[in-house]
């Protein structure tokens, strides 16, 4: 699957079909969790993976109800371990560690997409329930819950901004849309042939 193809159709899934999610599938979104990008390449995440649907559905109660969760037939709780994250980065780590974890969990949304799975990035949880239930030791931290299954649903993309609403050249609140507009001008065959040149570079 072509990466900005991954990257837009993506979607956040809340309801999944009562299927299981195979083990060779479950491996390839580890692995793409293991290839994220890491601050000094410390590759301070660990994954709990959850196949227990009483586990599951305790997950989905610690994260002030999101019931929808419990539909999910695998779930991958993804922890910062706090002891390699942290490590010699001071306060600065702190922000290392989330932005690494957020790597590795866009990196398993793409790849749970391109499987052919559905995928919703979950942080409103209370983080020690959900400590607890993992039975995670104090130095790990859970950062994301990330319930995937076969989606039942097929929800069209939620709004974004322009290009130009959030870049600027060269110095803050310099306005660079004239320059920059991405494919939102373009559809149809000149998009694709855009599309393809920009494989090959
Ligand atoms: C860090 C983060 C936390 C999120 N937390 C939740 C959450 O707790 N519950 C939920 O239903 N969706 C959650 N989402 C999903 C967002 O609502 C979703 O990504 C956004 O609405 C855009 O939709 P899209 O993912 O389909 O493009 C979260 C997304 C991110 C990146």
Known sequence: MDVFEAIKGRRSIRNYKDKPVEDEKIGMILEACR???SAGNRQPWEVVVVNDPDEIESLAKASYEQTWISMAPVVFAICINE???LAN???RGEMYA?????CATQNMMLAAYSLGLGSCCVTAFEEDRVREIL???EFIRPAA???VGYP???PPPPYRDE???FTYLNKYGKEAEPTWSGLVKYGGRIKKKILKTLEKI
Request: aromatic share 8%.
């Open 83 to 85: 002891k390699i994250a």
């Open 98 to 102: 989330l932005e690494t974890i957020g």
């Open 145 to 147: 819950i990330l319930p």
């Open 135 to 137: 039975g995670c030791p």
């Open 35 to 37: 290839w994220a990008p």
């Open 152 to 154: 039942d649903e097929n």
């Open 89 to 91: 980065y001071g306060k």
């Open 163 to 165: 290009i130009g609403k």
